[in-house]
């Protein structure tokens, strides 16, 4: 009998410790009704939504519309482009950036005028950058400022809206974090705004000197000391066409590369 016994306690044992089962609650009592409240928020704001973008969408229909009625061959391009350009109207500003009213501050009289991008909000940008601002005199684009990684750059002439003129802005921008960077005495971080700014701006034998000065200061004198050559080089192509005062200024330039040369040969 007790043999009998035995295997009804083992599935007595193994009910005991198996999953409990809760009873189920209900969440809901018959005939209750669901709160959509919620759902018709999110409905009435996409309507919302909606309807802003439509507004959007005709505002900027109309601003385009304006632009190119009135546009020049040169500015009608800049539009197609998505660029801001000299001499456009604050309608093709408009267009070129894609914007309307909504997205600038505006500030001065009907002869200077300044339009900035309105804070808090994504800033106008084109096809070249995020834009600082725009000046206008007379109704016409005179100036207008990128915001970059390296600073601001101001664009007042054709030669800076190039992509040459645009390279040496930011080749300058960053010689001066490069700078920057070697008063502080950090020495790895100005060296590699240097190199930047001579791939930007190749053959540009400031850019070449101060490579090879912070290659002296970190102790790498191979380096340095083709840097320092490279600069002579570049130098001695400005002296031939370098005269009076400038001529005497290159040579000295050139002179002191020489002691360096030498000096770091020596060590």
Not at 12 to 24: D, E, M, T
Not at 26 to 32: F, I, L, Y
Not at 61 to 75: K, M, N, Q, R
Not at 148 to 172: C, I, M, Y
Request: glycine fraction near 6%; include cysteine; charged fraction near 25%.
């Amino acid at each position: 009998m007790y043999k009998r016994l035995i295997p009804l306690l083992v599935l007595a044992l193994v009910a005991a410790c198996g999953p409990r089962i809760r009873p189920l609650v209900p969440v809901m009592d018959n005939g209750e009704v669901l709160d959509t409240s919620g759902e018709e928020t999110v409905a009435r704001a996409a309507e919302v939504s909606a309807a802003e973008r439509a507004s959007t969408a005709a505002a900027l229909g109309e601003i385009e519309a304006e632009a190119l009625a009135s546009c020049t061959p040169e500015t009608c391009a800049a539009i197609a482009r998505g660029e801001v350009a000299l001499g456009m109207t604050p309608a093709e500003v408009l267009a070129a950036t894609r914007t309307t009213w909504s997205a600038w501050e505006t500030r001065g009289a009907s002869d200077v005028t300044v339009m900035t991008g309105r804070l808090g909000a994504q800033p106008p940008s084109d096809a070249v950058g995020p834009l600082a601002f725009v000046s206008l005199q007379d109704g016409a684009v005179r100036s207008y400022t990128y915001s970059e990684p390296q600073g601001f750059r101001t664009v007042n002439s054709l030669a800076d809206a190039t992509t040459a003129g645009r390279a040496d802005a930011q080749a300058e921008a960053l010689l001066r974090e490069g700078d920057q960077y070697t008063v502080a005495g950090r020495l790895d971080l100005a060296l590699a705004r240097y190199d930047q700014a001579d791939i930007l701006r190749p053959g540009d034998p400031q850019t070449t000197l101060r490579i090879a000065r912070t290659l002296d200061k970190q102790l790498r004198p191979i380096e340095a000391v083709l840097r320092y050559r490279m600069f002579i080089h570049q130098m001695e192509l400005e002296k031939i066409r370098a005269r009076g005062e400038v001529a005497a200024n290159v040579a000295e330039a050139i002179a002191r590369a020489h002691e360096r040369i030498v000096v770091i040969e020596k060590r």
